[in-house]
């Protein structure tokens, strides 16, 4: 068996999708790498009724990876006395992490206390790089460093699941991990009629009780959408991202309002989390994409994987829009899985 085998997904360019971001506006067409195929369409549906809206307006809320590490007291009251010492030592302890990379820059540290057990939650701006290995790295001195001033606590582990490191949670969806981003876009009733098929009204009823409803009843955490994922997968592929990030990358919110005769319609994303260089960027397919989408420039230091994150939440808005408003009407989702799939085989 050959060690260095590759698997196949098939890849498309959707779009343009124009985006209003911090950089400024500018259009891509976006790759999504997906067996899925009726992806495409839908999110190109998205991407022209927000096109002709004047675009999508995305914001990047917060930025830092995490890393939580896990250590042990003897009993109760001396872990929370040692919480009380390593709060007066933050600006120690960012030192320490700070000293494994040039481009780690500590923002928060957060503390929980379970029985003698001290959870720290390390988080940190890590440039254009997704920052796993670089937060991980920074956190793994931090717990030496602990450790060695308080001899008296035991080491547990460097990853202690407060992190939380692909899977879904409270702490990351109130938290944010990676890049927090909110993509929003106002549609003219005339768009909604006339591209999507649908009434702004038809949305936000459908984004009540589907998503917000329908996910509390699921008893969802921290998230209410239709399919995030979805979008997440396909360019996470398709640009060389950790694709297991996913899993906490499909929480968030979709909201959807009518103002005035228009729709308000945008995507809240906790934990989008990308990078530009790193391990799968440097792939002959993938390196391409990220040039496509404009995010290999000389820039400053985080500023492409800032970039990427916008165009991912931007694409999440544009296929998240698209599905709502085809269930807006009865057999229509169904009609169009089963037209696309069977005309691609």
């Known amino acids: 068996m050959d060690q260095n085998a590759y698997t ?11 985006i209003n971001g911090h950089g400024g506006s500018f259009r891509v067409r976006v790759p999504l790498a997906t067996f899925e195929v009726p992806l495409w369409p839908s999110v190109s549906r998205g991407a022209q009724a927000s096109t002709k809206s004047g675009g999508i307006t995305t914001t990047i809320v917060h930025d830092a990876m995490a890393r939580s590490i896990v250590f042990e007291a003897e009993s109760c009251q001396r872990a929370a006395d040692v919480i009380n010492l390593l709060r007066e030592k933050k600006s120690e302890i960012f030192a320490v992490a700070e000293s494994t990379s040039r481009y780690l820059k500590c923002t928060e540290i957060n503390f929980r206390l379970v029985g003698s ?25 931090v717990l030496k460093f ?47 009629e006339r591209v999507l098929k649908t009434t702004p009204e038809a949305i936000v009823k459908l984004n009540e009780k589907k998503n917000l409803i329908g996910s509390l009843i699921n008893g969802g955490v921290q998230s209410a959408n239709a399919h995030f994922a979805n979008m997440l997968l396909a360019i996470y592929l398709a640009t060389g991202q950790d694709a297991a990030n996913i899993v ?16 308000y319609f945008s995507v809240t994303l906790p934990n989008v989390i990308v990078g530009t260089v790193g391990s799968g960027k440097d792939l002959e397919g993938t390196k391409m994409a990220l040039e496509s989408l404009g995010c290999l420039e000389n820039r400053e230091c985080g500023e492409n994987s800032r970039r990427l994150a916008e165009i991912v939440a931007a694409t999440v808005l544009c296929g998240e829009l698209s599905l709502l408003a085809a269930q807006t009407k009865p057999g229509e989702l169904v009609r169009a899985h089963v037209n696309i799939e069977r005309r691609n085989k």
């Open 117 to 141: 057990c001290i959870y720290a939650r390390l988080s940190g701006f890590t440039g254009d790089a997704s920052g796993h290995n670089m937060i991980t790295k920074g956190a793994d001195a």
């Open 8 to 18: 196949n997904v098939p890849l498309r360019y959707v779009g343009p999708i124009t």
């Open 146 to 192: 602990i450790c060695t001033h308080y001899p008296d606590l035991s080491h547990i582990s460097v990853s202690g699941n407060y992190c939380a490191d692909k899977k879904v949670s409270s702490v990351n969806a109130i938290l944010g991990r990676g890049k927090s981003v909110v993509a929003e876009a106002v549609l003219s009733r005339e768009i909604c």
């Open 248 to 263: 906490e990358g499909s929480q968030g919110i979709t909201q959807a309002e009518v103002r005035g005769d228009n729709l």
